[in-house]
């Protein structure tokens, strides 16, 4: 959970969807993450020996806009997984998709997946003028999706070939399209898919290379010009009920009116509006007067951002992280990747376990440090040893 939790944090993310979770008895508390809600769809595990151990999928919606959504579909039929949420206020229907990749142990069939498919139809059908994201792990190797069409690409099996004619279909029905084209995993194949009705949603799509031991899969990233406070009126009236109301107003601002305002405020009859008031109704009728007149000609304050609840020493290795993987998109030598590989590796250990994070840096750069003055003159090591022992991040 630390790396899902410093990738939502980090950028402050709408929503995030999750394939193959293999949540399966765990309680919603062992997954939280503040500040997000958890919609999850596990795997169903029948009596007979059907699907393998794993699957499921999960979507994380951001607390602000999270209580817009509801669940239209949890389907599982022990090979293929589809969790869908619909925010009426958003109009936006997100999916999220898992089918196993098939073999003589675990089959999942394009029966299994046109099941699967079908749900999922008939959840966005009965939704009129909405926007549709439906992403996920598909596991369609042979799939071409260079084109606007999808194609078969050769090597595809009968089974493959039913199951890519079941996902044209859902396009075609929905008017969608699959933005992603390049390779979601190590193997160079197109697996992970985000397909949308709006291609003014989504924008900027990244796919980023993560650490081998974590996932053979690659994160995508997209940008969205979707406005995460449409609908949430309620949440911010509640939040600005404690909040004087002068407070809300950008007094600094260049855009202040001051003469227009105290023109206004000289035309008010005090004398009557005070008239037969207690001093405590006074106050608050001049609070009041002085409110609406300065609302007309000071301009709102905008949002602050919200403090971020990851501890400092987090965040530096988040940001080492993010410049290592940009050094290793860029590196061509095997060896300097291997270097970098093993600083990920590192790295990655340590956000999983916070306590060490410190520790275990402090330590690396003091060995660094001792050979380094091993093979020095004494009066480099005396500058040597003033040098704090923490890693520059």
């Not at 059907?50 to 951001?62: E, F, H, K, M």
């Not at 196993?100 to 003028?129: C, E, V, Y």
């Not at 044209?168 to 697996?191: E, M, S, W, Y």
């Not at 050979?371 to 040597?384: D, E």
């Amino acid at each position: 959970m630390p790396l899902v939790s410093d990738l939502l944090y980090e950028k402050n993310q709408i929503f995030f969807a999750l394939s193959e979770t293999w949540l399966r008895e765990h309680k919603d508390a062992e997954v939280d993450i503040p500040g997000y809600t958890l919609f999850r769809g596990d795997r169903v595990k029948f009596k007979r020996r059907y699907g393998r151990n794993s699957g499921g999928v999960a979507i994380y919606v951001r607390d602000d806009i999270a209580g817009t959504f509801e669940c239209s579909l949890n389907f599982s039929n022990g090979a293929v997984e589809v969790l869908a949420i619909y925010s009426k206020p958003l109009e936006l229907h997100i999916a999220c998709v898992y089918r196993q990749p098939d073999n003589q142990a675990n089959r999942s069939t394009s029966k299994a997946f046109k099941q699967a498919i079908n749900k999922l139809h008939t959840s966005l059908s009965g939704i009129d003028n909405q926007n549709i994201i439906i992403t996920g792990d598909f596991n369609l190797p042979h799939t071409d999706w260079s084109c606007g069409d999808i194609r078969k690409l050769p090597g595809a099996s009968k089974d493959e070939q039913e199951m890519i004619e079941t996902l044209n279909n859902l396009a075609n029905t929905h008017f969608l399209n699959q933005i992603v084209k390049q390779p979601t995993h190590k193997d160079g194949n197109i697996l992970d898919l985000i397909l949308i009705n709006n291609m003014e949603l989504l924008h900027d799509l990244s796919v980023t290379e993560p650490l081998r031991s974590a996932t053979h899969h690659y994160f995508l990233e997209v940008a969205s010009s979707l406005s995460a406070t449409h609908g949430n009126s309620q949440e911010e009236d509640e939040v600005d009920i404690n909040i004087p109301p002068l407070r809300t107003l950008n007094f600094h601002s260049d855009d202040a009116d001051w003469i227009n305002m105290e023109c206004k405020l000289d035309e008010v009859n005090w004398h009557d509006e005070l008239r037969g008031l207690d001093p405590d109704q006074m106050v608050d009728k001049i609070l009041q007067i002085s409110y609406d007149t300065a609302e007309q000609h000071i301009p709102k304050r905008k949002a602050a951002k919200k403090q971020g609840t990851i501890p400092r020493d987090r965040k530096n290795l988040m940001r080492r992280r993010n410049r290592l993987n940009k050094i290793f998109s860029r590196a061509t030598t095997a060896v300097r990747k291997e270097k970098i590989r093993t600083e990920l590796i590192d790295i990655e250990k340590s956000c999983k376990n916070p306590e060490r994070t410190l520790d275990t840096l402090k330590n690396k750069k003091q060995s660094k440090l001792s050979v380094k003055t091993a093979n020095t003159s004494l009066p480099m090591r005396r500058n040597l040893a003033r040098q704090s022992p923490v890693l520059d991040l």
